[in-house]
């Protein structure tokens, strides 16, 4: 029989259980910071594409608008055959090219989510037939305020706000910094 065993051959429970401990409060930290690097990166993923597709949308929309040789403003897209207006959500431009019409509209989906605005899509149409949110070009989605109105001086301002993934938040658009504002202003040209 050994006596004087020595200390170092062997790990205590008491040792094994601290070690232990200390890696599960390590790894918990490292999880918590992966998850929310991951949230902060989709945040930034969702601003930088609502950026790009507002953009790119405000532009074809300026452009139709500056070849225009008419522009009539409706409240909406159901009301395309009613009175034209000076302010709404709808607005059938005349093109001097193929095709002869097109109609820029926004819908409110049916299916809103329970906090943070109420968020819709902007469509183009083309055609003189009536527009129909199933069937027409989706052009950007999570918008709100999308809106024509006619100035005394002749131009037409549109504008609209897209609503981005927040962080920490995770709704759309659920704050004023988790908003993107798009607008500008066209004169149509004369028939």
């Given at each position: 029989?050994?006596?004087g065993a020595k200390a ?53 929309i300026q452009g139709s ?127």
């Amino acid at each position: 029989m050994k006596t004087g065993a020595k200390a170092t051959e062997g790990h205590t429970l008491v040792e094994l259980s601290v070690a232990g401990g200390v890696a599960m409060i390590v790894g918990l930290i490292l999880f918590f910071s992966l998850s929310q690097g991951v949230w902060l990166f989709r945040s930034n993923e969702s601003e930088m594409w609502s950026r790009e597709n507002g953009s790119s949308v405000i532009r074809a929309i300026q452009g139709s608008l500056q070849s225009a040789q008419t522009e009539k403003i409706y409240a909406d897209y159901t009301k395309v055959s009613g009175t034209d207006i000076t302010y709404g959500s709808c607005a059938v431009l005349t093109l001097p090219e193929g095709p002869t019409t097109i109609t820029y509209y926004w819908w409110l989906s049916p299916i809103q989510p329970s906090a943070g605005p109420k968020l819709g899509n902007i469509y183009s149409h083309t055609g003189t037939t009536a527009p129909i949110p199933a069937t027409d070009k989706l052009l950007a989605s999570n918008v709100t305020n999308f809106e024509f109105r006619r100035n005394p001086n002749g131009t037409v301002r549109v504008g609209f706000v897209v609503g981005i993934l927040g962080y920490p938040r995770r709704l759309l658009g659920s704050i004023e910094t988790d908003l993107l504002r798009f607008s500008t202003s066209a004169i149509p040209r004369n028939p």
